[in-house]
């Protein structure tokens, strides 16, 4: 993971040098460089830079929990994110410049505009980008090494991915996976679906499926899918209490500013973008040229609603199963917040709050397939201690 977390470095590096000394390249680069402000009052470009913003950094995809789940209670996670944001928004920065200095060279050898030869999307990446490099002198050795490249992106992304759903599953049900090679068997089934999956994406028409994909199965969806998380971690468990929580664990107060972000200005933000998408929607085409027909947004919106549509089915499911003698009374006890000892604060002095019991964390300890996760309570002052050597 190393390899291909960092390779990909080198090869922009040297693709950028490349790039840089071919003829036009300064002309893509001021392209690249030069705002048009007169697109800030687009909404569309709005809605899709928020939706990038989300998809590169992983938000509310469950991948950034995840990975975080690798960590001990104490970790400043705090300075991970901030170092994180920083990187992966260089990155982006970073490989503008490789793009669009092959795109300037393009460009002058076509005797045309940057603009008329750069594409959106996976058009960029797999039609405009590689048509340029085969113009290149040596052609063949700058392909190999921008496609190497992009293999090592979409290995790195597998390994994150994959990582993210392996975990919340084996989470749910730690018991039954720990037993034999349940959790290999899963992780094996869950790769051979997905190679299943995408091998009709590298067919001669692979390319219409795969803008199907992204267009439609995350998408604008995760809008919707980040303000419910603003909702229930701001307003359902309390931002005072997450606020605190997160004190307990670096043992500093991060700013106040973030209490706000959580509960008013990411909700409004991707509202807003959602709407805004809703308002500036248009169907998906390929190229430019190609206009899907009606059966393929069909099967597109049908991937879009899998993701919100469990939200609505599990709420149901658990003011149907919950105790309670009227609806309101079983919604006012699914939304108080379930505590276990560690989680408390010195002001939770509620025993309602506690979710299990003493003996049940001990039968819970011996069943864990994470053996190296415990919990330690010293004189009512809880702290947890999380290592899970043995997880991955």
Partial sequence: MYFTATSPYI????????????????????FYLTPNFERLADAEVWVDAGTQIFFSYSISLGVLTALGSYNKFHHNSYRDCIIFACTNSGTSFFAGFVIFSVLGFKAHKQGVSVAEVAESGPGLAFIAYPEAVA?????????????????????????????????????????????????EMFIGVTCI??????????TNGGMYVFQIFDFYSGSRIILVVAFLECIAIGYLYGVDRFYDNIEMMYGFRIPILMKWMWTVVTPLFTIILFVLNGYTYSELTYNRT??????????????ACSSIVFVPIVIGYKLYQHPGDTILQRIRLLMKPKLRQHQLRVQDTDPDELIQDTETHKMEEQTSPYPGYHQVVDNGNASVNQTRETKA
Avoid: N
């Fill in 193 to 202: 679906i997905s190679f299943l999956l995408g091998l009709c994406m590298v």
């Fill in 11 to 30: 090869l922009m590096t040297v693709l950028l040098i490349r790039g840089c000394t071919l003829e036009g390249a300064g002309e893509g680069i001021k």
């Fill in 290 to 303: 190609y206009h899907y027909p009606q059966w393929a947004i069909g099967l597109g919106w049908m991937m």
């Fill in 135 to 183: 113009q290149m002198p040596i052609s063949p050795l700058w392909s190999i090494l921008f496609f190497f490249m992009i293999i090592l992106l979409g290995l790195d992304s597998q390994f994150v991915g994959v990582e993210g759903f392996i975990t919340a599953i084996t989470d749910l049900f730690p018991t039954h996976f720990k037993k034999g090679h349940r959790k």
